[in-house]
């Protein structure tokens, strides 16, 4: 599968209910071989098993949309043990995975996919026209 939005991100976006710049955006390293992929009908973090979630973001920074493309500094994850990973989630995190609501499921970028071996692991975003994604 391609990098691509989940439906219900695109959703989340249309009904003003993701704020890009000033909502908490965080990125999952994931697990393919503990998650199926579901782009139209997960909605929610809880929907990806703990299993497949090898490290967590932190909130994004630097976050810019400039016409719908959306953009923020590259994401390093610190000390990465686990599983090998071969997706980055976008998702809105709120604190409760029930209402956290996936965004976007790469499994194309610099960076991926990766075997950790409990150091630093930097995913580098598109420097592009589309960046991180385009809505």
Avoid: Q
Avoid at 22 to 44: E, N, Q, V
């Amino acid at each position: 599968m391609a990098n691509a939005m989940y439906g219900k991100g695109r959703e989340g976006f249309a009904n003003a209910a993701v704020n890009w710049l000033s909502d908490d955006i965080r990125c999952i390293l994931i697990d393919a071989a503990d998650y199926t992929l579901s782009i139209d009908t997960h909605d929610f973090l809880d929907d990806i098993p703990a299993g497949a979630r090898v490290a967590v973001s932190g909130n994004l920074v630097n976050k810019t949309n400039v016409l719908g493309v959306l953009d923020a500094d590259d994401v390093t994850f610190t000390s990465v043990t686990g599983d090998p990973s071969e997706m980055l989630v976008f998702y809105k995190h709120t604190g409760v995975e029930a209402t956290s609501r996936l965004l976007a499921n790469f499994d194309t970028a610099v960076g991926l996919p990766v075997t950790p071996n409990g150091g630093n692991i930097t995913i580098t975003f598109d420097s592009g026209v589309n960046k991180i994604f385009k809505l």
